[in-house]
């Protein structure tokens, strides 16, 4: 999509509202591909020019999600670059001038409607069915008469003169997109506060930081037209523009932020929508990315696994759809299995790790793998192998961290697996204790032979021993092979989980 001469520059504008949402971070992986793919630029922009919605450290949050995902922008902040500042809440003097430039023009006017002739301008428009609101005044006022409102303490505002007539735009993605001249009103470009509005902020910038392409999320598309109005009138060139699918949930639903806040309110877990939470729930940056590519790409092949230099080769955004892309969390949980098998068992440790640091305070078995040994680690994580994310590690494999007295019962596993028909798991348990002690080997072939002799002794199936073993060693029901269980602990360790749980829960 582009000449060869063209250095293609490409930005992501995300305002510091939060953390980095998934949709967000879609934008972010299609403009780094565009860009790397044509050793273009990825410049990082902070639209922060709305005061009441800025959030302390959203920046620093939004930084270190890219930086998981492994997408680094080449200007912005951190970084810097020659076309800077990168926030615009530094840039209040440029887009001031540029404001002055379309007053002289004639191309913007002051206005300074009071909000009851505001309010009033809408209860007309919805009286007669306008789907405008604002009323261009006639005549418009003059700058020396905004100047003078100004003066005396008025709220005035600098808005655009649209052209009367139908704008349209060539979208690389949708086509031809066009704003209907009844649709087009006179927007705010400046507030009262003296802060521009998004609209002008982000055409000004995109201009002076030479953006060649804009690939944004579709909620954007109308804008779009405006931007070009605006263009026009500061003799700016107009980049290509390409709208990504809006990312809806499995239920048709737009997928958002507030999915959360509706989880919550209904008494239900609330779904990871932020790429931190994903992150803390223990996915892999490289399955997120996998599957956020294809929320709107498609190769054009059967073909499902990539990694970013796999992408970069291929992606193209003549492959985008126009269609909306669904986040399906199954297909993530099983890219998230496969990814866990794909990367190597480094970069698997460092993942883990990761996740570990990032639940250490809220989790015991978490805070407690941090103090473990990698290799150790990496026993525990092979162990658990087939696992959704890292949370299913902590689950399953979780008890083999902790120290044996920081082992918790679970109620209910206790009373269904040690304690029921009289207390049957404890004899067991009982009976397992003595045969382990008497055991001078420790070897899955070993643990195996005892556990399958006090079976036939005791004239049970496997799981009526396994279970209250599991129990009596983890917690839990819930853990990797008993032979597998028993080897990351050690003789030493099982035997002395083995002769607490008796000692807790064994008859008095
Ligand atoms: N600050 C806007 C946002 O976060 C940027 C939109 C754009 O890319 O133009 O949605």
Redesign the pocket.
Known sequence: MNSASEKIRV?????PTGYLHIG?AR?VLFNWLLARKHGGAFVLRI?DTDQARNLEDSTGKIVEDMRWLGLQWDEGPEVGGGLGPYFQSRRLEIYSRHAEQLLADGNAYYAMETPEELAAMRESAKRERRSTTYIRPDPLPTVAEGLAAKQAGRAVVIRLKMPREDIRVHDEILGEVVLPLEQAEDFVLMKSDGFPT?HFA?VVDDELMQITH?L??Q??LM?TPKHIALQRALGFHTPRYAHLPVIFNMDGTKMSKRDKEKAIAKGMKPPEIDVHDFRTAGYLPEALLNFLALLGWSPGEELEFFDLPELKARFTIERVGKTNAKFDREKLISFNTTWATRVTPARLLEAFKDFARLNAGADSRAAAALRAEDSFIQRVLAACSGFRTFADVLIKGGFAFLDDDAVTYDAKAVEKVLLKNNPQGIKVVAALTEAFERLSSWSAESIDSVVQQVRSTLGLQMGGVAQPLRVAVTGNTISPSIQDTLMLLGRNQTLARLQRCLKAHGQK
């Open positions: 930005r992501f504008a995300p305002s967000g934008t639209e998004y982000c804009v944004r999320g909620e954007h804008n």
